[in-house]
């Protein structure tokens, strides 16, 4: 994609949503990292409804390690892959204890070092909670990125490495929740929305749908 198409079509997306943020429920750090690690192949909306309960009644490190992965997993059953997720989370949250005050990390490296966070959740919660011009790229964003054409590649990783690259500075801190929700709600997997798409003339599919 040229260079003028993608700061066109960034501008575009910033204009029809100025502020993006998460769908996922959370209002401290260690909540948002609990919430990303529990949404791996799981919906936002299933997540929600998890942390809904969980959160009043563990929602620091200190609480969750405390309720431990039996005392954890009535809260977080109805999320797929719950048992590997709640030794996860508890094994995360000791670390957190023990190693870092009780405080999440705002380094890349201390973040993959803890149980069930790998690069994409580092990436999150380096954006979304603190601020950080990170790209995290799901299945929404590498979609979206080799179906327009704006950041195409074969691995999740060459997709990340090559947005980083293209997307301009003024919209990377963004960027990775216009494309999430882009990817969500109107370029979706089985039958993209292209005829209410605002930048389907940038768009390089070639199977672009022509009717509701």
């Not at 204009?15 to 993006?20: G, K, V, Y």
């Not at 070092?113 to 994409?120: C, E, I, N």
């Not at 080799?146 to 074969?154: D, E, Q, S, W």
């Not at 997709?159 to 963004?174: C, G």
Request: charged fraction near 25%; aromatic fraction near 6%; proline fraction near 7%.
């Amino acid at each position: 994609m040229k260079r003028e198409n993608v700061v066109e079509l960034f501008r575009r997306l910033r204009d029809l949503d100025p502020s993006p943020t998460t769908e996922l429920v959370y209002t401290t750090p260690f909540e948002l990292l609990v919430a990303v690690t529990l949404s791996a192949q799981a919906t936002d909306v299933g997540v929600n409804k998890a942390t809904k309960k969980l959160f009043p009644v563990a929602n620091t490190p200190q609480a969750i390690a405390a309720l431990g992965e039996d005392g954890l997993k009535p809260y977080i059953s109805t999320i797929g892959l719950y048992n590997a997720k709640a030794k996860n989370v508890v094994a995360a949250s000791r670390i957190l204890v023990e190693r870092h005050a009780g405080e999440v990390p705002r380094s890349r490296e201390a973040l993959e070092a803890l149980p069930g966070v790998g690069r994409k959740t580092a990436n999150v919660v380096l954006n979304t909670a603190f601020g950080e011009p990170t790209i995290a790229v799901d299945t929404h964003i590498f979609r979206v990125a080799n179906r327009t054409g704006l950041a195409p590649g074969k691995t999740v990783r060459a997709v990340e490495d090559k947005l980083e690259k293209v997307v301009p500075k003024e919209f990377k801190k963004d960027a990775h929740h216009w494309l999430i929700l882009h990817g969500r709600y109107v370029c979706k997997a089985r039958k993209p929305d292209c005829p209410r798409c605002p930048i389907r003339d940038l768009c390089a599919y070639r199977h672009k749908t022509v009717t509701d």
